[in-house]
């Protein structure tokens, strides 16, 4: 093989993990569930949490899940980020993963937290996890089909570059708006209360449905290789700033409930 091919192949062969990779609600989506959250937990549960962080904030420890994937140590976590299961069956019925999911996580972490006897180790990395776990189930591919993984191998284009849909989700659309996670959360919608408890009703798996209705209509929004812009951005920005409004909302209710 010539030095231009073998070139050109470790290009091609880097572009592939850098596509097929990623699984994260990129970190300003994770930090703005997390900021939003801090503004809707009690008093009570600000005081618990800041025990266990040390000060740190819930923006800061959101995106710690994603950060530990690259030590082997943590490995087995790693399938607790997503869930699928298929769009015409509903989870209980569907064969699970028997290293766990996005809905095994998040209750292995409320129940360690709301254990008296947890450590306080354990209390934090598991805080740490549900304050990540969260988000990602706001994140509609995170509830996606298992062929696709989630999108992950749905190449697009996403102004003229090559990503794939579930990464346009995670990151692309956030990164393109250009706002930081806290002008995100302050430019949130404004709720009343009634519209915030609404928001909060409901348990895990309702919320798991709902975002598998919307994965369903984001699979609708394109097909491989289509040519995302502008378009793209102007129809569905909204629906990611819904989801992390949702995120922050209901990871303040799930915080209130284990810390009251
Ligand atoms: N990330 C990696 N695999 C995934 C999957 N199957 N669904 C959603 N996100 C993923
Ligand atoms: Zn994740
Ligand atoms: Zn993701």
Redesign the pocket.
């Known amino acids: 093989m010539s030095i231009k091919n073998l070139f050109a192949l470790i290009v091609i062969i880097g572009l592939q993990f850098s596509l097929f990779a990623t699984?994260?609600?990129g970190p300003t989506g994770h930090r703005t569930i997390g900021e939003i959250a801090s503004e809707h937990i009690t008093r009570k549960t600000r005081k618990k949490i800041e025990k266990l962080l040390n000060g740190q904030s819930l923006a800061f420890i959101s995106t710690y899940?994603?950060e530990i994937k690259s030590d082997k140590k943590f490995r087995k976590y790693s399938p607790w980020?997503y869930v699928n299961f298929p769009f015409d069956s509903d989870y209980e019925h569907s064969h699970k993963n028997k290293k766990g999911d996005l809905i095994t996580g998040i209750n292995s972490c409320i129940k360690i937290l709301k254990d008296k006897t947890s450590s306080k180790n354990d209390k934090v990395f598991h805080l740490k996890m549900l304050v990540?776990?969260i988000?990602?189930l706001h994140q509609p591919l995170?509830v996606g089909r298992a062929a696709d993984k989630g999108g992950n191998t749905i190449q697009v284009q996403w102004f003229g570059k090559g990503t794939n849909l579930h990464h346009v989700w995670d990151i692309d659309m956030i990164t393109q708006w250009e706002m930081s996670y806290t002008e995100l959360a302050k430019t949130r919608n404004k709720l009343t209360k009634i519209q915030i408890k609404n928001y909060q009703k409901g348990k895990l798996i309702d919320w798991v449905l709902e975002s598998q209705t919307l994965a369903k209509k984001v699979y609708a929004s394109v097909k491989p290789g289509y040519k995302l812009k502008y378009k793209y951005s102007y129809l569905h920005l909204q629906t990611v700033r819904i989801q992390l409004q949702k995120g922050g909302l209901r990871l303040a209710k799930v915080l209130n409930d284990i810390f009251k």
């Open positions: 699984d994260i609600w899940a994603d980020h990540h776990l988000g990602d995170h």
